[in-house]
């Protein structure tokens, strides 16, 4: 009787025992295309657009900055952006970005492509890991938090007035 009891018990506490669900990484089915992110031009068609202010959601992580930094190297990205310094494209270590440095921009391109050799990466990688390697370009250029982001080696950087910090409030 005893045992029966107790199998009883035990039967009835792992029935009700309810493991805690963890999300390890974002979803992969959701691939990025912005169309409206980015406004190409001023000129549209129709009355003006509301203007849309797109953010990266990783900011200042510094699991996603480093995730961002292993997927740089991962996607091959260092094989024509070097350590950032440039290579066969352009250097990612920098003030003046030719289609724009905000994190909508650099998210953009990623997707998208550039003419000339940027090849698109929209539908091959989904958007979390997308938004990691931007977060790792703009610790590239001192916009992370020093906090968020390990030191970066002085041999990407040709002279230390190329970047400057642009985190408000943080000095270098």
């Given amino acids: 009787m005893r045992k029966l009891a107790l199998t009883i018990s035990c039967a009835l506490a792992l029935a009700s025992c309810q493991r805690e669900n963890r999300q390890v990484r974002p979803e992969p089915a959701r691939v990025a295309v912005y169309s409206d992110a980015v406004s190409a031009s001023e000129l549209q068609p129709g009355p003006p657009l509301p203007a849309t202010n797109v953010s990266n959601p990783l900011h200042g992580a510094a699991y996603d900055i480093n995730e961002g930094s292993r ?34 921009n650099i998210f ?8 000339n050799g940027m090849p698109t990466w929209g539908g091959r990688i989904p958007e979390y890991q997308i938004w990691q390697i931007v977060a790792f370009v703009e610790s590239m250029n001192g916009k992370q938090p020093k906090s968020a982001t390990s030191p970066r080696q002085d041999t990407i950087e040709q002279s230390p007035e190329n970047i ?8 270098r």
């Avoid at 440039?86 to 905000?102: A, D, R």
Wanted: charge should be positive.
């Fill in 71 to 104: 997927l740089y190297q991962w996607y091959n990205c260092s094989g024509c952006h070097a350590n950032g310094g440039g290579g066969i494209g352009p250097p990612l270590v920098k003030q003046q970005w030719i289609y724009g440095g905000e994190p909508a």
């Fill in 108 to 115: 953009e391109t990623i997707v998208k492509g550039r003419p």
């Fill in 164 to 171: 400057k910090n642009q985190v408000p409030g943080e000095t």
